[in-house]
């Protein structure tokens, strides 16, 4: 029996004049991410992607795995495939979905034909094939109102399909179609959900965390890199660069005052991913701030750091608490890696008392207190590259 994955657009369908630009690119992503588990044929047909096993190997259960993870996609279903007339549907229907159906006690069938010059109208597909599930299975009732699970029979231009419900995709638009965002990625809950919120409205993402080696360790910063490969599985690509604060720290530490260091630093951070944004073509800075969460996330501190960048900075976390973000955290699978107990470089040298109520001109005027052009070129200047992407987006 032959099985195939539908894949249905979700905002695409509104998108006009430009949705072939958006559908193309949704097909070059699915067809990257599928090349790692077998050979498939990826078509999109009347807001439908449908991909087809080409070989024997191709596994369609871990395709069906990827393609929940490409955004884009609200709805999947594994569904089997046969001719379009009654007798292949009733067929198929009675082969295929009492496996799919084990363990639900009601049912109802759904039909739908988008070609009208098919004999039987839905109301009587649905009926025949609810009769031979009926007669397969005995112990099935049906329930029109609150089925333990919903058939669909979908009688398409060039086949017919049966399947037993579909399971939800990753939503959103596809990566790719708004640009390139720098992702400040530290290693906390916040700002991997920032990155997977943003890749969710189209960015590619790119990723910067900042460093403060020896007062940080290598283990901190490979945190950090495997939270990139796991919002890789969803966002694809992800080109991660690191930069060193140590010699700026110190030298915060050792010509400022103490509950301007946080507010300072935050303002290097912006300037620093500022102008690696200018130099890799990234439209957009992207945190995980929310406001009113710590010192440095109160209105006045997010203005004073965001008079240092020319950029838009995208704070998608910033209406939400802790909990929201927590829940996102799970789902996308960043959660228990982000709790692993490592320190931050926001955590070296911390205040006391930290500003909560800064004003930008005393902020400037303790930047004037030391040579930070210098301190960031050079830490600009030995920025580290890699390329992440996880094994199970390849
Ligand atoms: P998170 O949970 O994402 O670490 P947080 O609530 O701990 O966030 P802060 O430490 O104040 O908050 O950081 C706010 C934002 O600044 C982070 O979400 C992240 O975008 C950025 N940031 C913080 N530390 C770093 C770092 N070491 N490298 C890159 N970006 C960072
Ligand atoms: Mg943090």
């Given at each position: 029996m032959k099985e195939i994955l539908l894949c249905k657009y979700g905002?695409?369908?509104?998108?006009?004049?430009n949705k072939s630009y958006f559908e193309k690119t949704l097909l070059r992503t699915l067809k990257d991410r599928l090349a790692g588990c077998g050979n498939f044929d990826v078509r999109a047909m009347q807001s439908t992607v449908y991909i087809e096993a080409?070989?024997?190997?191709?596994l369609i259960e871990d395709a069906l795995e990827r393609a929940k993870k490409v955004f884009g996609i609200v709805a999947v279903s594994r569904a089997a495939v046969c001719e379009k007339n009654m007798e292949d549907i009733l067929r198929l229907a009675g082969e295929y979905l009492p496996q799919q159906l084990k363990g639900a006690r009601t049912f109802k069938v759904e039909a739908k034909r988008s070609d009208k010059r098919f004999p039987l109208t839905s109301p009587q597909i649905s009926a025949e094939v609810g009769g031979v599930l009926l007669s397969r299975c005995p112990r099935l009732k049906v329930d029109v109102h609150n089925p333990d699970v919903t058939v669909r029979v979908e009688v398409r231009e060039e086949k017919a399909f049966v399947h037993a419900g579909s399971e939800k995709g990753a939503g959103g638009?596809?990566?790719?179609?708004a640009g390139r965002g720098l992702l400040l990625l530290s290693g906390g809950i916040d700002s991997p959900v920032a990155g997977y919120m943003m890749a969710k409205r189209g960015l590619i993402i790119d990723a910067l965390h900042f460093e403060s080696f020896p007062y940080t360790s290598e283990q901190a910063k490979e945190k950090v890199a495997s939270l990139a490969e796991i919002m890789s599985e969803y966002a694809g690509k992800i080109r991660f660069r690191v930069i060193s604060l140590t010699a700026i720290q110190e030298a915060l530490r050792d010509h400022c005052e103490e509950e301007y260091f946080t507010l300072l630093l935050r303002r290097c951070m912006m300037r620093l991913a500022d102008r690696v944004a200018e130099k890799f073509g990234c439209g957009a800075l992207i945190t995980g701030e929310s406001l009113?969460?710590?010192?440095?996330?109160t209105l006045a501190a997010i203005g004073v750091t965001d008079e240092a960048a020319k950029r838009p900075i995208f704070r998608p976390c910033i209406g939400m608490d802790k909990e929201e973000i927590v829940t996102v955290a799970r789902r996308i699978g960043t959660f228990e890696t982000s709790i692993l107990p490592y320190e931050d470089?926001?955590?070296?040298?911390?205040?006391?008392h930290p500003k909560t109520q800064p004003e930008l001109y005393k902020v400037l005027a303790q930047e004037e207190k030391l040579d930070l052009k210098t301190l960031e070129d050079e830490a600009f200047n030995r920025i580290e590259y890699r390329e992440i992407l996880s094994p199970m987006a390849k």
């Amino acid at each position: 029996m032959k099985e195939i994955l539908l894949c249905k657009y979700g905002e695409i369908v509104l998108k006009g004049l430009n949705k072939s630009y958006f559908e193309k690119t949704l097909l070059r992503t699915l067809k990257d991410r599928l090349a790692g588990c077998g050979n498939f044929d990826v078509r999109a047909m009347q807001s439908t992607v449908y991909i087809e096993a080409m070989d024997e190997d191709s596994l369609i259960e871990d395709a069906l795995e990827r393609a929940k993870k490409v955004f884009g996609i609200v709805a999947v279903s594994r569904a089997a495939v046969c001719e379009k007339n009654m007798e292949d549907i009733l067929r198929l229907a009675g082969e295929y979905l009492p496996q799919q159906l084990k363990g639900a006690r009601t049912f109802k069938v759904e039909a739908k034909r988008s070609d009208k010059r098919f004999p039987l109208t839905s109301p009587q597909i649905s009926a025949e094939v609810g009769g031979v599930l009926l007669s397969r299975c005995p112990r099935l009732k049906v329930d029109v109102h609150n089925p333990d699970v919903t058939v669909r029979v979908e009688v398409r231009e060039e086949k017919a399909f049966v399947h037993a419900g579909s399971e939800k995709g990753a939503g959103g638009i596809p990566t790719g179609t708004a640009g390139r965002g720098l992702l400040l990625l530290s290693g906390g809950i916040d700002s991997p959900v920032a990155g997977y919120m943003m890749a969710k409205r189209g960015l590619i993402i790119d990723a910067l965390h900042f460093e403060s080696f020896p007062y940080t360790s290598e283990q901190a910063k490979e945190k950090v890199a495997s939270l990139a490969e796991i919002m890789s599985e969803y966002a694809g690509k992800i080109r991660f660069r690191v930069i060193s604060l140590t010699a700026i720290q110190e030298a915060l530490r050792d010509h400022c005052e103490e509950e301007y260091f946080t507010l300072l630093l935050r303002r290097c951070m912006m300037r620093l991913a500022d102008r690696v944004a200018e130099k890799f073509g990234c439209g957009a800075l992207i945190t995980g701030e929310s406001l009113g969460q710590v010192a440095s996330q109160t209105l006045a501190a997010i203005g004073v750091t965001d008079e240092a960048a020319k950029r838009p900075i995208f704070r998608p976390c910033i209406g939400m608490d802790k909990e929201e973000i927590v829940t996102v955290a799970r789902r996308i699978g960043t959660f228990e890696t982000s709790i692993l107990p490592y320190e931050d470089c926001c955590t070296v040298f911390t205040p006391r008392h930290p500003k909560t109520q800064p004003e930008l001109y005393k902020v400037l005027a303790q930047e004037e207190k030391l040579d930070l052009k210098t301190l960031e070129d050079e830490a600009f200047n030995r920025i580290e590259y890699r390329e992440i992407l996880s094994p199970m987006a390849k």
